[in-house]
């Protein structure tokens, strides 16, 4: 077990040069004997040693997720677990011809509220967060130490390389959910998803990213629509306590658009994680409208 620590560091150390054939992650899957270093930062309840994600809750040996939707009056929302059970309905998204004005939907704002523009709460990223792991053998999904590279996940595919590494450590990514992804897998891979969007106009693409390594270049990450870059991302220094959420405002036109990730650069078996993509369209909403002092009360 020492000896693959060492080779680790080894390839961290010295880059990119001739070592980058040595790929470290040969075995699809290993014993939980082999490990690399964990960092635990807020591991969720323990079922038969799967982790709960924290985004879910344990009900016998089962996890379950936190959250679950539910139908206010012309939207839709969800309700959230806590303490023991599942709250109120909160609005998520109104239907068309209706705004968001605290928790309900209204035809139109109404006194001491305006339209605003703001993001929706729906992300248009199907499993952007990778905390669903369906089709993954459980004996492999949230097991700390163990990993698999895979052709698809819910939402994703693979169009370039081994495919994509969904990691667990037992440890939690920038949103408090223990899956997330890297796409130098056993090497450089992409995988892609088709979005879609409801309506021209802005949307808000968000990542988290962490870099593995302390080689430079060796974390890049680079996400594309449509086959323009959009945002890219590196880094070269090992903090996994410290992700980095990145944000940018994209125009899209209505309709599918093919959402890209991709490592690139440094093909080593290391490289850049990834979590909680999310896509939010630009919507109008009612927000109160902050008083003008009139001096009315000053004094
Ligand atoms: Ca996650
Ligand atoms: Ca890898
Ligand atoms: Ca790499």
């Known amino acids: 077990m020492k000896n693959k620590i060492t080779i680790v560091l080894g390839i961290i150390l010295t880059g990119c040069g001739s070592s980058q054939t040595q790929l470290i992650e040969k075995p699809k899957v290993v014993s939980t004997t082999v490990t690399e270093t964990v960092y635990v930062d807020k591991p969720g309840p323990v079922v038969n040693n799967y982790i709960c994600p924290a985004n879910q809750h344990v009900e016998g040996t089962r996890c379950i997720d936190n959250t679950r939707s539910c139908s206010p009056n012309n939207g839709s929302g969800i309700q959230i677990f806590s303490n023991g059970s599942f709250g109120d309905c909160t609005v998520v998204e109104c239907n068309t011809g209706f705004f968001k004005q605290g928790n309900a939907c209204v035809a139109s704002c109404t006194a001491g509220y305006a339209l605003t523009n703001t993001y929706s709460n729906n992300n248009i990223i199907q499993n952007g967060d990778f905390e669903d792991l369906t089709g ?21 595919k693979t169009y370039k390389g081994a495919g994509i590494e969904p990691r667990f450590y037992g440890y939690l990514g920038g949103d408090n959910t223990t899956t997330f992804v890297e796409l130098d897998s056993d090497n450089e891979s992409g995988m892609q998803q088709y979005i879609n969007t409801p309506k021209k106009g802005k949307y808000k693409l968000h ?21 323009i870059n959009v945002l890219f991302l590196t880094g070269y220094i090992r903090d996994f306590s410290s ?28 490289g850049g994680y990834v979590d909680n993509l999310a896509l939010n369209q630009q919507v109008k909403e009612c927000k109160q409208i902050v008083p003008v002092n009139n001096c009315s009360t000053c004094h």
């Open 136 to 156: 993954i053998d459980p004996a492999l999904a949230r097991v700390p130490n163990l990993w698999g590279v895979y052709d698809k996940l819910p939402g994703w």
């Open 243 to 270: 992700w980095r959420g990145y944000e940018i405002t994209v125009e899209l036109d209505c309709g599918i658009h093919n959402l890209q990730v991709e490592a690139l650069n440094c093909p080593n078996g290391l």
């Open 207 to 227: 990542v988290d990213y962490i870099p593995r390594t302390n080689g430079g270049g060796d974390n890049d990450i680079q996400i594309k629509i449509d086959g």
